[in-house]
């Protein structure tokens, strides 16, 4: 059986994806931070272990690792999908705000790959995804941190696919575009619509749009993709 681990899982598009895996027929772990009971709910609907652990944190990282290949015994896909949202002008922002948005996002997905990768590489065989974002491929106004931050994982993807790639190990990294999920909670209706109008495909995208690119991309279909930062955003970024 294939396994997995998404970091974020308890929610959102981490929540879906899990869903996805698990109805693809993975058996899959994810790790929340303060979800507590959407985690609890999830494992229940999906039977996914569920795990909590600050992405942050480089010994809660490695406990859990420990955890996820003492129970599975190998993992055939990492997808860091934890992260976390800051909207504002930069000259607002504190060091302490930039420095926790670059340690989830970042920081987080490097203590993520490198508890997993070495099994990866042993086994010559593997999938690594990192969530991104279309503000990492072109920047968005008022979201410059995360646009960086987000930026980063797509130079992570592309140095490590070719890292890892004579170990058998694919690195690919999806760019969401506008998805309904409470990172644009914080939007109002009309910066919505906005959002909707100016996306070619005249909608905004949903949680199973990017779980289903996650999937594809982690299975045999996509055996001979690397390196790729894939854009699912109905086109806003062409």
């Not at 996002?105 to 590489?121: K, Y």
């Not at 690919?172 to 100016?198: F, H, V």
């Not at 790729?228 to 955003?233: E, K, T």
Request: proline residues 3%.
């Amino acid at each position: 059986m294939q396994t997995v681990l998404i970091t974020g899982g308890s929610r959102g598009i981490g929540a879906e994806t899990v869903r996805a895996f698990s109805r693809a027929g993975w058996r899959a772990a994810f790790t929340y931070l303060s979800s507590e009971e959407k985690a609890a709910a999830l494992s229940r609907e999906t039977g996914a272990l569920a795990l909590r652990c600050d992405a942050r944190s480089e010994a809660e990282t490695e406990e859990m690792a420990r955890r996820v290949l003492r129970d599975f015994g190998h993992l055939d896909a990492l997808i860091c999908s934890a992260g976390t949202s800051w909207t504002g002008l930069l000259q607002d922002m504190t060091v302490p705000e930039w420095d926790d948005l670059f340690a989830v996002h970042v920081r987080g997905a490097f203590l993520a790959t490198r508890a997993f990768l070495p099994g990866m590489i042993s086994r010559q065989s593997g999938s690594i995804l990192y969530l991104s974002s279309m503000w990492g491929r072109s920047g968005g106004s008022c979201e410059a941190a995360y646009s960086a931050c987000k930026a980063a994982l797509i130079g992570l993807t592309k140095a490590l696919a070719k890292e890892a790639g004579p170990s058998r190990v694919r690195v690919n990294c999806l760019c969401p575009g506008a998805i309904q999920t409470d990172m644009l909670s914080g939007y109002s209706e009309s910066d919505l619509e906005a959002l909707r109008l100016e996306t070619p495909l005249q909608r905004l995208g949903k949680p199973e749009d990017i779980a289903g690119a996650a999937l594809f991309l982690c299975g045999p279909d996509a055996s001979f993709i690397t390196g790729q930062a894939l854009g699912v955003d109905g086109g806003y970024i062409i």
